[in-house]
């Protein structure tokens, strides 16, 4: 839309995203599953590490700069609870264009006061480390899941895999090991990978309606016992 002139915010695009996926996938649904499914935005979770290595960079200038409309990102960093940390978010939603365009990357050194080259531009987008990489910023990669980079003659300054804090507060790599067990340690990992060994090996499936569904009754219930 940006090549075109036009903007809509994005919660707006996602949604018609959605919609499009849904009626591709020739799938059943209305308004209120894809609100349901949309709302997942508010409550995103952290990866594990996140906190620990924002913690031992909290002496720095630190901002969000996202594609994202001010309403989600507000509300996602209060739910993350890391409105401490990272006190500043700005949103293309002030320039009505989307990343990559270079305009949008100049928000970052205006609003912090700081020339770009002193910025460290932290994405696990790879057209978004271009961007920012071709803006001028110094700009690391996170690639969780060891994909492709971008060929664009464009490299990003740090790649790693994922984010942690050491005994002097560095930013440093964690191992595949260590994060796979932090993961397990993890019950909804667990359930998650459970889910996924059950699907390779039964034919039985469900729509989104029923997912959702049998997760209200669950809430629901335990809900109920709560406050037995």
């Known amino acids: 839309m940006s090549l075109m002139g036009r903007y809509e915010n994005f919660f707006s695009i996602t949604r018609k995203g959605l919609v499009f996926a849904l009626k591709e996938l020739k799938l059943d649904f209305d308004d209120e599953l894809c609100n349901e499914m949309l709302n997942e935005y508010y409550i995103l979770k952290l990866f594990l590490e996140i906190r620990a290595a924002l913690e031992t960079i909290k002496d720095k200038k630190l901002e969000i700069l996202s594609n994202g409309n001010p309403e989600i990102l507000n509300t996602v960093i209060w739910n993350s609870k890391l409105n401490e940390l990272i006190p500043n978010n700005l949103s293309v939603n002030e320039l009505k264009i989307f990343k990559p365009f270079l305009g949008v990357y100049q928000l970052a050194p205006a609003k ?10 932290v994405s696990s987008n790879s057209w978004d480390a271009v961007g920012a990489k071709v803006f001028g910023f110094k700009v690391c990669w996170i690639n969780r899941s060891n994909q492709q980079f971008e060929e664009l003659d464009v490299k990003p300054d740090v790649v790693v ?13 964690m191992s595949m090991e260590a994060c796979e067990r932090y993961q397990f340690e993890s019950e909804g990992y667990f359930k998650l990978n459970e889910a996924a060994i059950e699907a390779k090996t039964t034919d039985v499936g469900y729509s989104h309606n029923e997912v959702f569904n049998n997760l209200k009754a669950k809430l629901k219930e335990r809900a109920g016992e709560d406050n037995v």
């Open 161 to 173: 895999n994922y984010l942690t804090k050491n005994g002097y507060g560095d930013m440093v790599v």
């Open 112 to 121: 912090l006061n700081i020339p770009r080259e002193q910025v460290l531009f």
